[in-house]
């Protein structure tokens, strides 16, 4: 991933802006969004290794060296990291409650039976349950009590 900046660093003055900007879509802006989910939940030291990556991208493909990370950002449109990851995980969640996910997910992420009493939006998915004997332990991903969370959040605002 260090080295797509780089390659697009090379062609910045054989290439235009317009033809940059659409390597940068095409190529670079997927590969921070693959895994999403995932790698939300690294360290803060990682999360900030990528923004920075991104930052150097935006500024090599705009050919910008004094403009904010924000401004860089509001030229091609697009908006941060983090932000693009929320709304990833806010889709996954959303698809699984839907019953669009693959089942591996749909098993991680399930709609609580509200039964008699009606939830009113709030605390709509449960965890699965956890088995801790080691002869017949499940794990589950570190996301799935995030992606719960995040999701409650935004349904009560």
């Given at each position: 991933?260090?080295?797509?900046?780089?390659?697009?660093?090379?062609?910045?003055?054989?290439?235009?802006?317009?033809?940059?900007?659409?390597?940068?879509?095409?190529?670079?802006?997927?590969?921070?969004?693959?895994?999403?989910?995932?790698?939300?939940?690294?360290?803060?030291?990682?999360?900030?290794?990528?923004?920075?990556?991104?930052?150097?991208?935006?500024?090599?493909?705009?050919d910008d060296q004094s403009s904010t990370y924000e401004e860089l950002l509001r030229k091609l449109h697009t908006v941060a990291l983090?932000?693009?990851?929320?709304?990833?995980?806010?889709?996954?969640?959303?698809?699984?409650?839907?019953?669009?996910?693959?089942?591996?997910?749909?098993?991680?992420?399930?709609?609580?039976?509200?039964?008699?009493?009606?939830?009113?939006?709030?605390?709509?998915?449960?965890?699965?349950?956890?088995?801790?004997?080691?002869?017949?332990?499940?794990?589950?991903?570190?996301?799935?009590?995030?992606?719960?969370?995040?999701?409650?959040?935004?349904l009560l605002n």
């Amino acid at each position: 991933m260090n080295k797509l900046p780089q390659v697009i660093k090379r062609f910045k003055r054989l290439v235009s802006r317009k033809t940059r900007q659409r390597l940068y879509n095409t190529f670079i802006q997927p590969a921070f969004q693959y895994c999403s989910d995932v790698w939300h939940h690294c360290s803060a030291r990682s999360k900030d290794k990528l923004e920075q990556l991104n930052k150097e991208a935006l500024r090599v493909v705009l050919d910008d060296q004094s403009s904010t990370y924000e401004e860089l950002l509001r030229k091609l449109h697009t908006v941060a990291l983090e932000q693009t990851r929320i709304q990833n995980m806010s889709v996954t969640v959303y698809k699984c409650l839907q019953g669009a996910a693959p089942s591996y997910l749909r098993t991680y992420l399930q709609a609580r039976d509200a039964g008699f009493y009606g939830l009113r939006g709030y605390a709509k998915l449960k965890p699965p349950a956890v088995r801790t004997r080691a002869s017949c332990s499940t794990t589950r991903p570190r996301w799935v009590k995030r992606n719960i969370c995040l999701w409650d959040c935004v349904l009560l605002n």
